[in-house]
């Protein structure tokens, strides 16, 4: 079945750094891929999407490239600030699933120290 | 603004005490999820609705139960809460599709005592 593995946290950083969060995936055909983030006492807010191989999404500094060849969407950032401290979810969501269903990462929570 | 509305926000009780967790949203819909959300454990569905009267299990469905009697609301009712349930749920939505964003409510944390 279709599956996400994502880096585990925590990962610290200082401002300023330049931030890579992995993330990888199983799926059969060309899923959507998501990154969702959660801030301190907040619910998740999609931060960045890509629909097809080789595109690129990007949000507030962040991009992840999706590639079909090493079946990930890693996250990244140049220059992280200690507003991106917050918890990052990788997520897929199949071509073929018909309920929409959402398959999640673990979460990498991301603590940048000033 | 558009959002999704989940009430109470903090809720501490016993077990076996029947709680209903609301969730409404103003963005017109069809697609309506809760999760929890547990350390270590990331997030897992609990049920989800594709419409109005469609309801579905997700990944963790025991000891919950839901209702979708209208297009907006989708609330979570635990008719027998136990000390597993004391979590963190979100309440979501969408338009649906293979691309479509998910809205989050701010999160209901419950604690079972």
């Known amino acids: 079945g279709n599956s996400v593995t994502q880096m585990e946290g925590p990962v610290t950083l200082s401002e300023e750094a330049f931030l890579t969060i992995n993330c990888t995936y199983t799926?059969?055909?060309?899923?959507?891929l998501f990154w969702y983030v959660q801030y301190p006492g907040e619910g998740l807010q999609l931060l960045l999407k890509?629909?097809?191989a080789d595109d690129k999404g990007s949000n507030k500094g962040f991009e992840a490239t999706y590639r079909k060849e090493t079946t990930s969407f890693h996250l990244e950032k140049g220059s992280v600030q200690v507003s991106d401290s917050a918890v990052y979810f990788c997520?897929?969501?199949?071509?073929?699933?018909?309920?929409?269903?959402?398959?999640w990462g673990a979460g990498t929570k991301l603590i940048i120290k000033p | 603004e558009a959002q999704v509305t989940q009430n109470p926000r903090y809720l501490i009780t016993v077990t076996g005490k029947k709680l209903t967790v609301t969730c409404s949203q103003n963005?017109?819909?069809?697609?309506m999820s809760w999760y929890r959300q547990d350390p270590g454990l990331g997030l897992r569905q609990i049920y989800y609705s594709m419409n109005v009267e469609v309801t579905d299990k997700g990944d963790v469905p025991e000891g919950y139960k839901v209702s979708r009697k209208e297009k907006r609301n989708f609330p979570l009712i635990l008719e027998s809460p136990s000390p597993n349930q004391t979590s963190l749920y979100f309440c979501?939505?969408?338009?649906?599709?293979?691309?479509?964003?998910?809205?989050f409510g701010e999160g209901s944390r419950l604690t079972v005592l």
């Open positions: 997520a897929l969501r199949g071509p073929l699933d018909s309920n929409y269903q959402l398959i």
């Open positions: 963005m017109n819909h069809e697609y």
């Open positions: 799926a059969t055909g060309y899923p959507s």
């Open positions: 979501a939505s969408s338009f649906g599709g293979a691309t479509g964003e998910l809205f």
């Open positions: 890509a629909t097809k």
